[in-house]
């Protein structure tokens, strides 16, 4: 099976979170743990490392969706991916950062040089600010939902950032509905966690990711895996 071969039509959005939870609560604060980490890192860099703890996470979560053992330092060895982590992680940070540039500091320069403004004015300098806001995040999202798999087929498929970013969106746009599941899933189930005084959503994002990495694991096989033979028992859909 060629690297960047996958299956079409293979995700339940309420399936892959209910089988990754099964496949991963036996090692679930092994895998918080981890996911905590990671982020520290990721964040303590000002998001250098990012793409590299990114490439470790998927490492772990992919190795408990494959049934195989996994240890906590598992996660350093996502610095074998730094160049084609910090691609991806280029992707994904650096448009945000220009895109907010562009949206709030002509505005805050607006308000800085008028410090006299009138409050309507002042609404209408916002308001549109916000809308702007609201039509890129949603194109950001977009983005990013395209990508989503770029990290674990760096990781699975040892594929160069630019190779997964365009493979994870070839991949994406074939199973767009199942994906668009879910990201929906995840969206609520990120939104209930929230609930718990905030700080749920901390012990959610391990499952988040490990619908993900399954998701990505029933798209793309195993490379030991033909795609015209059947899958692991826990890749398959009902």
Request: proline fraction near 5%; hydrophobic fraction near 55%.
């Amino acid at each position: 099976m060629e690297p960047t071969e996958f299956r079409t039509g293979v995700i339940k959005a309420i399936d892959c979170y209910k089988e990754a939870w099964e496949i991963m609560k036996p090692q679930y604060w092994l895998l918080f743990a981890v996911v905590l980490v990671g982020a520290m890192i990721g964040g303590f860099t000002l998001y250098i490392l990012f793409g590299a703890m990114a490439c470790g996470m998927y490492y772990c979560f992919l190795r408990v969706i494959d049934g195989r053992e996994f240890k906590f330092e598992d996660l350093f060895k996502g610095f074998r991916y730094w160049l084609p982590g910090l691609i991806v992680g280029f992707f994904i940070f650096v448009p945000l950062i220009i895109i907010y540039g562009i949206i709030y500091v002509p505005t805050l320069v607006t308000i800085a040089r008028n410090p006299n403004i009138k409050p309507d004015q002042l609404m209408t300098v916002m308001g549109t600010s916000f809308i702007i806001d609201i039509i890129f995040s949603i194109g950001m999202v977009c983005l990013h939902t395209l990508i989503m798999f770029a990290f674990p087929l760096i990781v699975d498929r040892n594929l160069s950032g630019v190779k997964a970013m365009t493979t994870s969106a070839r991949a994406v746009w074939a199973n767009l509905s199942g994906v668009a599941g879910l990201f929906g899933v995840g969206f609520l189930v990120s939104l209930v966690s929230m609930m718990a005084c905030g700080v749920g959503i901390y012990f959610s994002i391990p499952l988040v990711f490990g619908a993900t990495a399954l998701a990505y694991r029933k798209i793309f096989p195993a490379l030991e895996l033909s795609l015209d033979s059947p899958a692991p028992e826990f890749y398959r859909t009902t």
